[in-house]
């Protein structure tokens, strides 16, 4: 095996030497001069070539990216660290640039140690992805019709599931692939996401290490593992089936609770993926006739059942609910199944405010949110008494909602 380490800094280089076996035959360049030279020798018959942004610090990115596609072999798994001082627009442009190019991303701000760990996972891979639906849990989550919800169930059943099971690992990931909104409807800003991973899941490759790096983390909820969608929204008709299956895999041997935020248009892999995957798939339904009887029923019956699944493999949460019993019903025999939780509608507008101001409704504390974060509790303690998992509730938490059996029709 031979690999070439590009890094500016002596330090790292010295880590990263020490999680390579003495028979890889490894080169240090410690700048651009020292690469250049290094990769006109050799750079064909690279197995891994691992380059720090900081190497290249008189070159735009463009260039630099494409001088080391062209001088590195067509197997040559190309894998570049992040400054963290980098301009965020240059940082945009590797990113973006990375995806054509099937680069793999290691994020900026990890210590030494982690970098040579995350360099030592990508040369000797550990994780086996034999069986695709063994480990951790996967709850879709997913929309009648678009708006009708499914981000903000997704969201604050992660939020509510992470607090109360604290000894488990839980991951949100914004599987939108064309209109990925988690990280706008939590305010989340760093470059972490699907993007730097993305080549990994697509070659097979994915580390569980690189998984945990690319997520994000809310104050105050450490079990709770983010991870935001490609940006890339246009990439989206080229992610493939078999790069979902691959993801889901690792992270089923990475989190115990995975719950996907997938879009309702079934034009895509992660949503086609994350459906038939999933160990409960959750269609959020508003009360209005676009939702739950035109959009439904037209993509169920164009695609869903196609893929073997009955209208009761799928659970609905009726969302935006002003209480009407009778609509419940109603919306049930048009769906042909049933709803599992009724989440009250949060007056004047607090669902615009929330994600304008990045502070999703769950985490919102005041007394107009009382009946919504009870309802989420309930649908949390259906989803976990599914899925086996007892919850650890909180000192607020209300019994009934707990226990998930709320009345589900009637007065709430
Ligand atoms: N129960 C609710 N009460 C108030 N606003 C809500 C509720 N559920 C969703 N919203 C708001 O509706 C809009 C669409 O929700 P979103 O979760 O983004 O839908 P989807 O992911 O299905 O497209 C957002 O502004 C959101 O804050
Ligand atoms: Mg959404």
């Not at 570049?80 to 995806?99: A, F, G, H, M």
């Not at 989340?188 to 569980?208: N, P, V």
């Amino acid at each position: 095996m031979k690999i070439t380490f590009a890094f500016s800094k002596p330090n790292l280089a010295e880590a990263a030497g020490k999680v390579i076996n003495k028979e890889v035959e490894t080169t240090f360049a410690f700048n651009e001069e020292e690469l250049t030279r290094a990769l006109n020798k050799s750079g064909r018959e690279l197995d891994f070539i691992f380059a720090h942004e900081e190497i290249f610090n008189t070159r735009y990115p463009w260039e630099w990216i494409s001088y080391i596609k062209t001088s590195v072999g067509i197997k040559t798994k190309i894998v570049i660290l992040l400054s963290e001082s980098t301009d965020s627009w240059y940082r945009e442009i590797i990113k973006r640039l990375s995806v054509d190019l099937e680069i793999s991303l290691i994020p900026s701000g990890l210590t030494i140690d982690e970098i040579a760990e995350e360099i030592g996972n990508r040369v000797y891979p550990k994780t086996k992805t034999s069986d695709e639906n063994e480990g951790g849990r996967l709850a879709a989550v997913m929309s009648a019709s678009p708006k009708d919800g499914a981000t903000t169930i997704a969201i604050s059943t992660a939020i509510c599931a992470a607090m109360r099971m604290p000894d488990k690992t839980v991951l949100l990931v914004d599987f939108n692939l064309k209109s990925p909104e988690v990280r706008d409807q939590l305010n989340i800003q760093s470059d972490r996401g699907y993007q730097l991973i993305q080549s990994d899941c697509d070659s097979g490759t994915l580390e569980q290490s690189a998984l945990l790096k690319a997520c994000e983390k809310l104050k105050d909820v450490p079990n709770l593992h983010i991870l935001t969608g490609n940006q890339r929204r246009e990439w989206a008709e080229k992610i493939t089936i078999d790069e979902i299956g691959h993801f889901l895999a690792v992270a089923r041997k990475t989190f115990d609770l995975i719950i996907a935020d997938v879009h309702t248009f079934p034009d895509q892999a992660a949503t086609l993926k994350c459906m038939k995957n999933a160990d409960e798939r959750i269609v959020v339904v508003q009360p209005i006739v676009t939702s739950y009887q035109s959009s439904w029923n037209d993509w169920f019956n164009s695609v869903w059942q196609h893929y073997g699944m009955k209208e009761t493999d799928f659970h609905l949460v009726l969302n935006r609910d002003n209480k009407g019993a009778l609509e419940g019903f109603s919306i049930e025999k048009a769906m042909g199944t049933k709803i599992v939780a009724r989440v009250r509608n949060v007056d004047k507008g607090a669902g615009i405010k929330a994600i304008n101001y990045g502070q999703p409704l769950y985490l919102n504390e005041g007394v107009e949110t009382n009946e919504f974060r009870d309802n989420i509790l309930q649908l949390t303690s259906w989803i976990a008494e599914r899925i086996g998992v007892e919850l650890v509730p909180l000192q607020k938490d209300s019994k009934a909602a707990l226990k998930g059996k709320r009345k589900l029709f009637g007065i709430i």
